[in-house]
């Protein structure tokens, strides 16, 4: 019975013991900081692709054998060098017969030119004839024509002379050689190589027509060169350029929305590589990349610290610190936020207070005990864990 009479007594004082120990626990405690403005660095990302400044196909221009191959795939050229020729002995045989055809119609003029000075000169004289001076200008003058004829002749056999040396039309890298020596080649069978100039490179991106405008009013005034293009390769690793827009498509895709921009970007050799090397320089025509548009001069925003925005399907909001230590649930619209960073736009003042720690013991309207934030954490040395 005194053993019952124990149990009874127990669950008697429990909820009331359980009642002075949450009383003197108080309101949880919280790391609360202050919204201020502060210079901030505004970042835009968009998808974007790599695409040479020149990309020339090397095609014949004449018919001919491909005899001799001066270039390695996959090499750097510059401007005239000397990457392929063809059978050059029927092109330097035809040059020779305009040649001929050329001397032979400036003997015939020469003499046409001395008929008609003596012609001119008979004529005041009784053995002089009109009908002789005109035949004799009227030959003089086809034998001209003639000869301009022949001259044209030669020189369009001059320049299918020199179309059997193909030289680089413009610095940049050789692809593969797609036709060997022996091949016949003609100016239907297809490019040779294809030539893609190296540095610079474009970039090319879509934007959205809302983002457009919103980059628009952001630089008002200002300009593309208000923003610096940064690239991050598809390793995640930044780009270690940084380059500018140089044109806007003054057109909208009917398709998808968006208006292509184009950014041009230096594309150095890599350290310690040689510029025929493969692999020599990070960026590649074709490749996809992640553009990110950042102002040059930051601007002043609201930030808070990014741990203190919670979300939900309502979209994201803070607990702000109102009288007599109330939470106050408020609905925020963040701009262009970094990981540490969150820039709000509208919902907050500068000044307000906004817990930013121990969110998860907080309710809507529930008091709280505000303190400092515990320290960021510190991350260690390279090489330590």
Same mark, same amino acid.
């Given at each position: 019975?005194?053993?019952?009479?124990?149990?009874?007594?127990?669950?008697?004082?429990?909820?009331?013991?359980?009642?002075?120990?949450?009383?003197?626990?108080?309101?949880?405690?919280?790391?609360?900081?202050?919204?201020?403005?502060?210079?901030?660095?505004?970042?835009?990302?968009?998808?974007? *692709?790599?695409?040479?400044? /020149?990309?020339? /196909?090397?095609?014949?221009?004449?018919?001919?054998?491909?005899?001799?191959?001066?270039?390695?795939?996959?090499?750097?050229?510059? #401007?005239?060098?000397l990457?392929?020729?063809?059978?050059?002995?029927?092109?330097?045989? /035809?040059?020779?017969? *305009?040649?001929?055809?050329?001397?032979?119609?400036?003997?015939?003029?020469?003499?046409?030119?001395?008929?008609?000075g003596?012609?001119?000169?008979? =004529?005041?004289?009784?053995?002089?004839?009109?009908?002789?001076?005109?035949?004799?200008?009227?030959?003089?003058? &086809?034998?001209?024509?003639?000869?301009?004829?022949?001259?044209?002749q030669?020189?369009? &056999?001059?320049?299918?002379?020199?179309?059997?040396?193909?030289?680089?039309?413009?610095? !940049? #890298?050789?692809?593969?050689?797609?036709?060997?020596?022996?091949?016949?080649?003609?100016?239907?069978?297809?490019?040779?190589?294809?030539?893609?100039?190296? /540095?610079?490179?474009?970039v090319?991106?879509?934007?959205?027509?809302?983002?457009?405008?919103?980059?628009?009013?952001?630089?008002?005034?200002?300009?593309p060169r208000?923003v610096?293009?940064?690239?991050?390769?598809?390793?995640?690793?930044?780009?270690?350029?940084?380059?500018?827009?140089?044109?806007?498509?003054?057109?909208?895709?009917?398709?998808?929305d968006?208006?292509?921009?184009?950014?041009?970007?230096?594309?150095?050799?890599?350290?310690?590589?040689?510029?025929?090397?493969?692999?020599? *320089?990070?960026?590649?025509?074709?490749?996809?990349?992640?553009?990110?548009?950042?102002?040059?001069?930051?601007? =002043?925003?609201?930030?808070i610290?990014r741990?203190?925005?919670?979300?939900?399907?309502?979209?994201?909001?803070?607990?702000?610190?109102?009288? !007599?230590?109330?939470?106050?649930?408020?609905?925020?619209?963040?701009?262009?936020?970094?990981?540490?960073?969150?820039?709000?736009?509208?919902? =907050?003042?500068?000044?307000?207070?906004?817990?930013?720690?121990?969110?998860?013991?907080?309710?809507?309207?529930?008091?709280?005990?505000?303190?400092?934030?515990?320290?960021?954490?510190?991350?260690?040395?390279? !090489?330590? &864990?």
């Amino acid at each position: 019975m005194r053993a019952y009479r124990c149990l009874a007594l127990l669950v008697l004082l429990l909820p009331a013991a359980a009642a002075r120990a949450q009383m003197g626990a108080g309101p949880p405690a919280v790391g609360v900081v202050a919204a201020h403005e502060q210079p901030v660095t505004e970042t835009t990302e968009f998808v974007g *692709r790599i695409q040479a400044i /020149d990309k020339v /196909d090397l095609v014949s221009r004449v018919t001919a054998f491909l005899d001799e191959i001066h270039v390695s795939e996959g090499a750097e050229v510059q #401007k005239g060098d000397l990457l392929f020729v063809l059978e050059r002995g029927p092109f330097e045989a /035809d040059v020779a017969v *305009r040649q001929a055809t050329v001397a032979q119609d400036q003997a015939l003029l020469r003499n046409a030119t001395i008929t008609l000075g003596r012609a001119q000169a008979l =004529l005041n004289t009784p053995a002089g004839q009109r009908s002789a001076v005109d035949d004799a200008q009227a030959q003089q003058a &086809s034998l001209g024509a003639q000869m301009l004829s022949a001259q044209a002749q030669l020189r369009a &056999s001059q320049i299918n002379l020199a179309y059997t040396e193909i030289r680089a039309p413009v610095a !940049g #890298k050789i692809s593969r050689i797609l036709i060997t020596t022996g091949n016949v080649v003609t100016p239907s069978s297809g490019p040779l190589a294809t030539i893609y100039s190296q /540095d610079p490179m474009y970039v090319l991106f879509p934007v959205s027509v809302r983002a457009a405008l919103d980059l628009r009013k952001r630089y008002e005034g200002k300009g593309p060169r208000a923003v610096t293009v940064k690239l991050r390769l598809p390793d995640g690793s930044l780009f270690g350029q940084a380059g500018t827009i140089d044109y806007i498509e003054p057109t909208v895709s009917s398709s998808t929305d968006t208006v292509i921009f184009r950014a041009r970007i230096a594309n150095p050799l890599r350290p310690n590589a040689r510029a025929n090397d493969p692999g020599s *320089r990070e960026l590649i025509d074709g490749e996809f990349v992640t553009v990110q548009l950042e102002g040059v001069e930051p601007v =002043l925003a609201l930030g808070i610290p990014r741990a203190a925005v919670l979300t939900d399907q309502q979209g994201s909001y803070v607990y702000v610190l109102g009288p !007599g230590n109330h939470a106050e649930q408020r609905r925020i619209v963040l701009g262009q936020s970094t990981p540490a960073t969150a820039i709000v736009l509208s919902g =907050l003042h500068d000044g307000e207070t906004v817990i930013a720690d121990g969110l998860q013991r907080v309710r809507p309207g529930a008091v709280v005990n505000p303190g400092p934030p515990p320290p960021a954490p510190v991350a260690p040395p390279p !090489g330590k &864990s």
